[in-house]
């Protein structure tokens, strides 16, 4: 329970502090007055003021806040206010929250690469790990052992092995492979696995470390992110679409895994950080009052308009998206509840 907390203390601490100083420091660069930076919620345990700014620390570190002078248009407005700027200057300091969920992961895969290297399923045909009770530990294969020919036909390469055995399912097929330095033969009779179509023994490759150098490992993660959010943003469309179902998680379920991963060490941690960063940089930018990219539209109309949305305007469109958000909340917090099987 305990690391739990930790875990997702950490981890919302870290994706929420990135994200607001986006908006911090681009509102600072661009000459808004931030009246407060804020980081938790709930009754303040810290907080001082430097020049114009309050920054402030919540009792619960799970949130965080910019107080942009004159963000609502109904507040006394002057040079250093939000609407005082202009459009692309307002866009800039809006979009850079998601921007900075971006940054992060290319900075924490970038660690990930240059402390722990980069695991790659090894091409040569040798036994990395064994699954019990599956048709290879039947046949008594253990870690270390090569592969040397199926049938009679020669193997050379792991692909090799796993183009023979995807196609064998419930065949019986004569290995021939070297144990510790003599060669041995087994019977093995790879199963049918439905889920993919094909047969399976039960193992797995060698994993080969590599170490690159720091500009090496900053290419690997632009190209590292860049995969995982392109790869989000075709899940998202699928369940948008209705190709694919919607699966959602809230806050009690983010919790719950990053407790889970956690337990596997700090390395696994920070590829959930980077994970769950690149998610909320795209759903923020989505179209949807009072999400980033609700904003971003908003300020497009604007600037098509050439002219503010009304106040009345403005405060039922942010209720239409504060409505949304709760509903996709509750129906997550649900699903979260559910897969805790606690009835």
């Not at 020049?51 to 965080?64: A, R």
């Not at 200057?89 to 971006?102: C, K, Q, T, W």
């Not at 092995?161 to 019986?172: C, D, E, S």
């Not at 021939?176 to 039960?202: C, F, L, M, S």
């Amino acid at each position: 329970m305990l690391t739990t907390i930790a875990a997702t203390v950490f981890v919302f601490g870290l994706l929420v502090l990135v994200h607001e100083l986006g908006h911090f420091f681009t509102a600072k660069m661009v000459g808004m007055r931030i009246d407060e930076f804020g980081i938790g919620f709930g009754p303040k345990i810290l907080s001082y003021k430097k020049g114009e700014t309050l920054y402030s620390f919540g009792i619960i570190p799970l949130g965080g806040f910019n107080k942009i002078a004159g963000m609502d248009p109904e507040e006394e407005q002057d040079e250093q206010s939000f609407y005082a700027k202009s459009i692309p200057a307002r866009m800039l300091v809006i979009a850079a929250g998601s921007a900075m969920n971006f940054v992060l992961p290319i900075i924490l895969f970038m660690i990930i690469f240059l402390s722990s290297g980069i695991e790659t399923p090894s091409i040569q045909p040798i036994v990395g790990n064994v699954f019990a009770d599956k048709p290879a530990a039947q046949a008594g294969l253990v870690v270390g052992d090569r592969i040397i020919s199926v049938n009679d036909n020669e193997i050379t390469t792991w692909q090799d092995f796993v183009k023979v055995i995807q196609v064998n399912a419930n065949n019986k097929l004569l290995l021939r492979y070297e144990h510790q330095g003599t060669i041995q033969t087994a019977t093995v009779i790879p199963e049918y696995d439905e889920k993919g179509n094909r047969g399976i023994v039960g193992i797995m490759p060698q994993i080969d470390k590599y170490h690159p150098g720091v500009i090496e490992s900053i290419g690997l993660s632009f190209k590292q992110t860049y995969m995982i959010a392109s790869s989000m943003v075709v899940g998202i469309a699928q369940m948008v679409t209705g190709k694919v179902a919607a699966e959602v998680s809230g806050p009690i379920g983010v919790a719950q895994m990053a407790g889970e991963v956690a337990q596997l060490g700090l390395i696994p941690l920070l590829q959930f950080a980077a994970f769950l960063s690149i998610n909320l940089g795209l759903i923020n930018l989505l179209p949807v009052p009072v999400l980033d990219g609700g904003h971003i539209v908003t300020l497009a109309v604007e600037g098509l308009r050439g002219k503010p949305l009304k106040p009345s305007q403005m405060q039922f469109i942010q209720m239409i998206g504060f409505a949304l958000l709760m509903m996709l909340f509750i129906v997550a917090t649900f699903k979260d509840i559910s897969r805790l099987k606690l009835f």
